[in-house]
Structure formats: structure tokens, C-alpha cells
């Protein structure tokens, strides 16, 4: 697959050690919502070896430039990424991945995200907002505060603005008094809350591998068959 060049646009700090990277989308350049690339960084030394990351693209296909988001950690790469400056070039490759909209617009959408899993479920609920999509679609997602939940704001805009979405928030660790959401880990009852109603609907399950695991296993126990559920592990985030 071809490499493609582009250039650093902005960081925005978006949650608690978060941030979205925004970057030039080449004119030729196009994808699916929900798709991945693999970002490679400028090299800080002629003989350092390339950096590369795979990342979801938040962005959505209509949109003019391009946007991932990720836990700033103390890896060699997360920390080259934040010293980037407005300009910086950057190349990438793909699109890749499989948690693309199913093909049948009235097929309704289940997706369960972990954390900063979110970021192919923004792009899936951008597209399907801007295309004005009937396809019934519920969001189920968890994290362990709401400072460090990652485009929440923005999903509340979007299932205002999208009749069809509906969106369930948890969290794991401590909320004050203003928080009117669910808590607690995702389990078999809020699964259910997520598929009432539902017929034969696909589900997209992102996070963390362990958390991927176990969501799989209670949509099995809920009766989801299996070819009905695709997932994708986010490793180190």
C-alpha cells in the first residue's frame, strides 16, 4: 500500500493525558469510517529508526483534514508525537480495517468502547450523523472518570442532532453528584440495555484486549452470535 504525505496541523489536549492529533488529509486520500492507518513520525536523528503507530482515524470521510487521538504515555513514540510542532512531516499508510458500517443501512449498530477505543466509534457516529442515516445505532461506553472520557461532549451533540442515536455512559471510579450516568463496569445488564429492541444487530467491540474479551463473551451469553460481533484490541494506549 502506498505511502502518503502529509503535515502536522495542531495537538489538542481533548481529556486526562489525551490528545488529537490533527493532520493534512491528501486530496487523492479516502476511507471508510471506523478504518485505521499507520502513522509514521519524522525521524530525530538520520540513523534513528522510523516510528510507527497504527491508529483509528477519528475523522470522518466528508471532513478536510484528518484526526487520530491517544493516551499520552511514556513511550519512545507518544513522547516523539507531543514534542511535534505545526508543520511537522509526517507520512502514513492505508486505510486498513474491518470496523466499516454494514453494507445493509438498516441493520441497527451496537458499539461497546473502552477508554480512548472510542476514537473508530466517532468516526462511525460523524458519518452517520453528517449522511443523515436512519440505521439504528447505540453507543455503550465506559471509562473510569469524566475527565478522562475523550469526546464525550461531542457524542452528547451528536446523539442530540441524531434522532437515531442513543447514547449509554459508565463509569468505573468515583463521580460527583452531578453525574446522572451509569456506573460501574460494563455487564451483562447494560449489554442488554444495549441490544433491546434490536434486530440482528452488528456489534463493534473496542478497547483494551482483556475488556474486548470479555464483552465478546457476554454478547455470547446474551444470545449475539458470533459472526455479529468484530472487535479490535487496542494494545498499549
Same mark, same amino acid.
Given at each position: 500500500m502506498a505511502i502518503l504525505p502529509s503535515a502536522l496541523l495542531h495537538i489538542d489536549d481533548i481529556a486526562r493525558d489525551t490528545v488529537a492529533v490533527h493532520f493534512r488529509k491528501p486530496d487523492d486520500f479516502q476511507f471508510q469510517p471506523g478504518q485505521t492507518i499507520s502513522l509514521t513520525l519524522p525521524s530525530e536523528a538520520p540513523d534513528a529508526p522510523p516510528l510507527r503507530h497504527t491508529f483509528s482515524l477519528v475523522s470522518a470521510p466528508h471532513e478536510n483534514e484528518l484526526c487520530i487521538a491517544t493516551r499520552v504515555r511514556a513511550s519512545p513514540y507518544k513522547q516523539a508525537l507531543t514534542r511535534l510542532r505545526p508543520g511537522a512531516e509526517l507520512k502514513f499508510s492505508g486505510p486498513?480495517?474491518?470496523?466499516?458500517?454494514?453494507?445493509?443501512?438498516?441493520?441497527?449498530?451496537?458499539?461497546?468502547?473502552?477508554?480512548?477505543?472510542?476514537?473508530?466509534?466517532?468516526? &462511525?457516529?460523524?458519518?452517520? @450523523?453528517?449522511?443523515?442515516?436512519?440505521?439504528?445505532? +447505540? *453507543? =455503550?461506553?465506559?471509562?473510569?472518570? /469524566? #475527565?478522562?472520557?475523550?469526546? &464525550?461532549?461531542?457524542?452528547? @451533540?451528536?446523539?442530540?442532532?441524531?434522532?437515531?442515536? +442513543? *447514547? =449509554?455512559?459508565?463509569?468505573?471510579? /468515583? #463521580?460527583?453528584?452531578?453525574?446522572?450516568?451509569?456506573?460501574?463496569?460494563?455487564?451483562?445488564?447494560?449489554?442488554?440495555?444495549? *441490544?433491546?429492541?434490536?434486530?440482528?444487530?452488528?456489534?463493534?467491540v473496542t478497547g483494551a484486549p482483556a475488556m474486548v474479551e470479555e464483552i465478546r463473551a457476554r454478547l455470547a451469553e446474551a444470545g449475539v452470535p458470533d459472526d455479529a460481533v468484530l472487535d479490535e484490541s487496542f494494545h498499549g494506549y
Open positions: 486498513y480495517g474491518k470496523l466499516t458500517p454494514p453494507a445493509d443501512t438498516s441493520r441497527p449498530l451496537v458499539l461497546v468502547a473502552g477508554g480512548i477505543g472510542i476514537t473508530p466509534c466517532v468516526s &462511525l457516529l460523524r458519518d452517520a @450523523t453528517h449522511q443523515g442515516s436512519d440505521r439504528p445505532i +447505540r *453507543l =455503550l461506553y465506559s471509562n473510569r472518570s /469524566p #475527565a478522562q472520557a475523550a469526546f &464525550l461532549e461531542e457524542l452528547r @451533540t451528536l446523539a442530540q442532532r441524531n434522532p437515531h442515536l +442513543r *447514547l =449509554l455512559v459508565t463509569l468505573t471510579g /468515583p #463521580a460527583d453528584g452531578a453525574w446522572d450516568g451509569l456506573r460501574g463496569r460494563i455487564d451483562a445488564a447494560m449489554l442488554r440495555q444495549a *441490544l433491546q429492541g434490536l434486530d440482528a444487530p452488528q456489534c463493534y
